[in-house]
């Protein structure tokens, strides 16, 4: 089944179009309803949907100071509507719409939080009501107060945590915007060029990426000239990120804590020696 198609510049036309479709009676929506559900029937769901399309158009002209194209937001809204459609039980003994504006306000709010940013803004049921009547509530408080509402008198009136309104109203007054924008209309400078980047540039991190490519094989071929004990010592005492101590060394091969550090001595005398742009032999681990 095809709806119309939503254009923003043609969104009169489409409100024309809709409205051509007649609403339904009670016994009517009720006849074609059991209809779906009972047989499948995709005739009676076209006109279950085509006589609501108009409350669709109603509810996303609420959602309009949000940001997102209004036509998107129809677009959104119809498809909670077919959903709603889809699930509906005649037999409750309520209206379609009252069942189905429900799933279209859950798929247009959605599509405003995900549009937003691209930061998830509202990832629990409590902060997406939190989004969408922080505003409302600080109209409120204001008309009531005359004055600009603080965060504890926001918190209090919609009965959340000071904490989660300052976070919201921190992320509602932050929006995304692309590096590439310019800063102004009259001005062909881009925010990314503003950017500063105190790393290395490409070509000194290659030659460092190679030389520590090169280390790690003249290491590698180091360690092997080791026997065992030269080698473990090595490893958990020079390289380790948490180093043993010499006792602990000792214990390990039943010697002293002398005799580990002399092998310790021995075994960094070869590394240097394998690897002599290492400089200097590296001070000894006393601990």
């Keep these: ?125 409590a902060q997406r009501k939190l989004f969408f009547k922080l505003s409302q509530a600080k109209k409120d408080l204001e008309t009531i107060s005359r004055k600009n509402p603080e965060f504890a008198e926001i918190a209090e009136f919609l009965g959340v945590k000071e904490g989660e309104v300052e976070e919201m109203e921190l992320r509602l007054t932050n929006r995304d915007f692309s590096l590439d924008a310019y800063i102004s209309e009259n001005d062909d400078t881009s925010h990314i060029n503003y950017l500063t980047y105190e790393g290395d540039n490409q070509e000194t991190m290659l030659i460092k990426k190679e030389e520590t490519a090169l280390v790690k094989r003249d290491i590698a071929g180091a360690l092997s000239k080791l026997n065992d004990r030269e080698n473990y010592i090595i490893q958990n005492r020079v390289m380790a990120d948490n180093p043993l101590t010499l006792q602990e060394i000792g214990d390990h091969y039943n010697i002293t804590r002398e005799r580990a550090r002399q092998i310790e001595k021995q075994a960094l005398k070869k590394l240097q020696k394998a690897i002599p742009y290492l400089g200097k032999e590296p001070d000894l681990l006393e601990i």
Excluded: C
């Design 1 to 125: 089944m095809e709806l119309p198609v939503v254009v923003t510049t043609t969104l009169d036309l489409y409100t024309a179009e809709i409205n051509r479709f007649p609403l339904l009676s009670p016994e009517e929506e009720f006849e074609l309803a059991v209809r779906l559900k009972k047989y499948n029937d995709m005739e009676a769901a076209e006109k279950l949907i085509v006589s609501n399309l108009k409350f669709v158009v109603k509810i996303a002209y609420e959602y309009r100071n949000y940001g997102p194209r209004l036509a998107d937001m129809i677009q959104e809204g119809n498809i909670g509507l077919m959903h709603a459609v889809k699930k509906f039980d005649p037999h409750k003994g309520y209206r379609l719409i009252s069942y189905a504006v429900w799933w279209i306000r859950a798929y247009i709010q959605n599509y405003i939080i995900k549009s937003w940013s691209l930061v998830k803004i509202g990832t629990t049921q």
